[in-house]
T-cell receptor, first 114, second 113 residues
């Protein structure tokens, strides 16, 4: 019973390139959350998705960031034209339903922008 | 809006010392409260939870009591081990308001032999 799978584990990009982060939730989970972790800032909510729907993206920067969770396949967090300030650990979490508050986290993707 | 405030770290202790990590919260509804732990290089994992006032969550020797009157959920352990070294996050999920889980900034715990 695999847990939440994130890949890649480490991603290095140069300024201006695109970054794609993938997250496969636990089997049977239809709710996905993306969080960003910066040193000294803790875990910041970015976006909450269900299959084919963005439910809450109040934590997403208005430009360059997008997320999707298609009917088939993993959830994708996409960052266009990356800048050095995007360097952070990005964590995905899943849950089986709203109201089931326990989240299951992946091991994260460490994005480094050169 | 909802918020969680944790004591700043790092907290540095000797093995077998008593641990307290303070956490207070602000919520618009009736939140459930959580402690998550993050070991180096890993994602967060749930340590314990409490869903209503006066509930005590416990796991692996850690305890926290949901105190509505002081809006607190302090984490305690009577005797820490080196293997407890990690970052601890207090969190809330407020089904009566925003259901998006909100996390504190995390408190790093370092336990020396």
């Amino acid at each position: 019973n695999a847990g939440v799978m994130q890949n890649p584990r480490h991603l290095v990009r140069r300024r201006g390139q695109e970054a794609r982060l993938r997250c496969s939730p636990m089997k049977g989970h239809s709710h996905v959350y993306w969080y960003r972790q910066l040193p000294e800032e803790g875990l910041k909510f970015m976006v909450y998705l269900q299959k084919e729907n963005i439910i809450d993206e109040s934590g997403m920067p208005k430009e360059r960031f997008s997320a999707e969770f298609p009917k088939e396949g993993p959830s994708i967090l996409r960052i266009q034209q990356v800048v050095r300030g995007d360097s952070a650990a990005y964590f995905c979490a899943s849950s089986p339903a709203t109201g089931n508050e326990k989240l299951f986290f992946g091991s994260g993707t460490q994005l480094s922008v050169l | 809006g909802n918020s969680v405030t944790q004591m700043e770290g790092p907290v540095t202790l000797s093995e077998e010392a008593f641990l307290t990590i303070n956490c207070t919260y602000t919520a618009t509804g009736y939140p459930s409260l959580f402690w998550y732990v993050q070991y180096p290089g890993e994602g967060l994992q749930l340590l314990l939870k409490a869903t209503k006032a006066d509930d005590k969550g416990s796991n692996k020797g850690f305890e926290a009591t949901y105190r509505k009157e002081t809006t607190s959920f302090h984490l305690e352990k009577g005797s820490v081990q080196v293997s407890d070294s990690a970052v601890y996050f207090c969190a809330l999920s407020d089904l009566g308001g925003s259901y998006i889980p909100t996390f504190g900034r995390g408190t790093s715990l370092i336990v020396h032999p």
